[in-house]
């Protein structure tokens, strides 16, 4: 059997000797942090056109994660990759051929891109709030303040969890284009159009990345949205239960499809 | 049976390929049925059917890629899945593309290498032995298909296992290529190992095999040493062209021949297919009724022929002569149609030349299960032909 330190090292070779890795990873840290950056920097200069409501649960801390919407994509581009390539490649094959135990090879896979994923993700948050506080001037925050340092280490897992969910998806749905095709959309659209519409808000507030992204809210209701029946660590949860049942389910299907 | 193994079975035995009532259904479809075999160590097996006939399948059936509907398949005794350490007691080639595409072949190998525990330098190693160090470190995108073969190779031979399984190796391989897989094959073999080669070449099997698994539709058609499919198979004919003339003469003489005992079947071209008769009665048999011939020559069955028979009923994708019809202006005339074309009363072989012909003075199939051992190939072979530049 191959020992589970023995397919670690070995995801670990596969991971870092393709160029997508790289630059999936630095697109995500990239983007995230020059669009909170300058949506920083707007925030900062268009401060008191903005409505009162606003002004009154204006966020600081939020504001300089508000890259991530675009950010995130580039994540979950990185999750599909690491798992789709191996099926659009043929390496599945070559892979289980190695490791018959299946289990092993999933979660040793999902183990060393997601710590990379989770490695990224609190790097750019890290980076994306004290540029943002800088840019703030006289509206920023400070990491000592209450919840800061909560939401900035949130914001990190948020990014990584998001990878893990799409390597997930991606195992259950075995195609790196079924995959992008289903999660692109989803996360750039449907879940941003659901969370604005009267009727579906109640539905959509449960989505991975609306209950997820509560973590980064420092002020409750923080910007004049919504209020959620969760908290920050309760939307969290939410999220790593959409990760838990994304890898079961990929875990399911690899183990009762053929490769 | 009449195959004996270079090595006591017994003592390899735990390196043996056995497989019990293998099925496997896509839905409708049943891509394996009911097949049993064996494959036994210290000797090289090929595994032949024509295109879908489900040898891929049975490999990643062997492989535990796919779980066989019932049945089940061993190796060693235990189901792939249960083998301990399996890339140091199994190395497979299913398929030369399955690699990714921005990997150097180095790094996977070394990926491959490091599952099981085997240190870098073998990589550089098995690259050395399929000729591919001077490529080791560009992404594999650029490979040649030949290219991929070696490299495909290289990963069954990393953990130097005792059964070895190749799908279709010799695809997109070279003249040069090809032969230094088959002797490869061989000296696998001869270390004791199992090795299991599939292909849809006959003639490449005869090369290259001592036992042969023939299957079609999924279903075991043959499975016997090649020596005994060669004996059983090669069966000798005259053919008999008769002097043009009225089409009567021809059908005289086949009546005549059959009436002597012979059996007679109609090749495409007119010639007439001649077995069970020496050549000086279908002389005599043909004096006899009156009728001149432009030809009696005698003439052996290849194995290829022997083979083509006898997946014939079996095939599933056949090509059909490709008639343009559909290029054809409204009032076509007749002129592809074959006046006295006949259809073969059994299944033949009209194709000619179709597989390189034997070289001279030599009978590649007759000499294939007496050849000597061949020599020791020349593993550090260098490839210098194929360059992805």
Redesign the interface.
Known sequence: ???VP??L???W??IR????TVWTLISAFVVTVAMSAALCALMNSQFDDLPVAERATFDPTLISFSGMVLGQLAMVVFGVLVVG??YS??????S??????RGSFLFSKVAVAGVLALVVGIATSFVSFFLGQALLGDHHTDIGADNVLRAVVGGGLYMGLIGIFSMGVATMLRSSMLSLGILMPFFFLVSQILSAVPGAKKVARYFPDQAGSKIMQVVPDAMNSDPAPYGPWGGLGILVAWVAAALIGGYVVLKKR?? | MAWAPTTDVSRWGWSMIEAIGLTKRYGAKTAVHNLSFQVRPGAVTGFLGPNGSGKSTTMRMILGLDQPTSGHVTIGGHPFRSLPNAPRQVGALLDAKAVHGGRSARNHLLSLAQLAGIPAARVDEVLGVVGLQDVARKRSKGFSLGMGQRLGIAAALLGDPQVLLFDEPVNGLDPEGILWVRNLMKMLASEGRTVFVSSHLMSEMALTADHLIVIGRGQLLSDMSVKDFISANSADFARVRVADGPAERREKLTASLTEAGGQVMSEPGGALRVTGLPLPRISDVAHEADVRLWELSPHQASLEEAYMRMTQGVVDYRSTADQKAGLQPPAAPHGYAQPGYEVPRQPETPQQNWYAPPPPGQNPYAAAPDRPAPAAPDLTKRETSEDPR
């Open positions: 059997m191959a020992s023995a397919v090292t070995s995801e070779t596969k000797t393709v160029s997508s390539t191996e490649s043929g390496m599945i094959r070559t289980l051929a190695a490791v018959p135990q053929d490769a």
